[in-house]
């Protein structure tokens, strides 16, 4: 205690006159000193070599907020601005630049329809709300387009498809896998913005025959339908941007693993107080359970009744 108060002040006293007032050896304060900075110094290359551990076991996506978060959540209490301090220091950065292309082609004659998600980014449950859009992919043999389907409640990417051409086949693909797999209830808000892709007479059937309601973005506003354009600059900074795709092929395999892999399964999402869709999606059916479990004793009740 002594020691760390000569500590704190030793750049206003001299250390010697500070001994002496407090009646401690000068020799025993710079043997603390030495101590403790040797303390200090493990803990500090213990947290580096955590820090490091992280980064590269995701990827080498994770910033500082993620870092600090999984730290936390091990018993590491450092502060975001010491984990983003020391992820310089370790040469790490997750940020790449993002370049925005435009992909949709609101020049049709397809029927517009109103939007009834208003930004209203917040669903309670699994398909009550999914939002979709269209992206592309460079690689040596040219362009490949990503179509997703992403459930609001969890952020999952539910549906996806790549093709090599933007034609209405590439969403109606995604849609149909997801359909596929969720089976919702009438009543699910399918949001999208005006392409002509999600315009199509083909596409609008089969949400109608699903008994959807349909929802537009407002022309050329990507605000509009923020959540599904921020997951398209994730995959982007974190995966397209950080590879030179050979082929077609290799860039699918790749979407397919960083989606199906990384996203979905494991990759922390701080909307939902940071853990993976699938994740939340599990939670949510397991409080699900636990809240329609009647008590032991309306079971037994119920059971003599009968």
């Not at 409640?153 to 549906?159: A, D, L, M, P, Q």
């Not at 939670?283 to 009740?301: A, D, G, H, I, R």
Request: glycine share 4%; charged share 25%; net charge positive.
């Amino acid at each position: 205690m002594i020691y760390s108060f000569i500590e704190e002040h030793r750049a206003e006293y001299r250390v010697k006159k500070m001994c002496q007032v407090l009646q401690v050896s000068t020799s025993g304060y710079y043997k603390w000193r030495e101590k403790e900075q040797s303390f200090t110094q493990r803990q500090k290359e213990g947290a580096l070599k955590l820090i490091k551990q992280i980064f590269y076991d995701n990827r080498e996506v994770y910033g500082s907020p993620r870092i600090q978060r999984i730290l936390k959540n091990e018993g590491v209490p450092l502060s975001e601005k010491t984990v983003s301090n020391y992820m310089r220091e370790l040469g790490l950065c997750a940020t790449v630049p993002f370049h925005y292309t435009v992909t949709t082609q609101s020049n049709h004659e397809h029927p517009i329809y109103p939007n009834l998600l208003k930004r209203n980014f917040h669903a309670d449950q699994p398909n009550q709300v999914w939002v979709v859009d269209i992206t592309y992919i460079w690689t040596s043999q040219g362009w490949l387009y990503l179509a997703t389907v992403m459930d609001l409640f969890s952020r999952k990417i539910i549906g996806f498809n790549l093709s090599n051409t933007l034609a209405k086949e590439l969403p109606q693909l995604a849609l149909e896998r997801a359909f596929h797999f969720r089976s919702p209830e009438e009543g699910l808000i399918h949001h999208s913005d005006q392409g002509s892709q999600y315009a199509s007479t083909s596409y609008t059937d089969l949400l109608k025959e699903k008994k959807c309601q349909i929802s537009m973005s407002r022309r050329g506003d990507c605000y509009d339908n923020a959540c599904i354009e921020s997951f398209h600059a994730t995959i982007k900074k974190e995966l397209i941007y950080r590879t030179k795709f050979k082929t077609r092929k290799e860039a699918e395999e790749a979407v397919l693993d960083y989606i199906i892999s990384f996203y979905n399964e494991r990759r922390i999402h701080s909307t939902l107080d940071y853990v993976s869709p699938n994740f939340f999606e599990s939670q949510y059916e397991e409080t699900k359970v636990k809240n329609t479990q009647k008590p032991l004793t309306t079971f037994v009740e119920e059971q003599l009744a009968i």
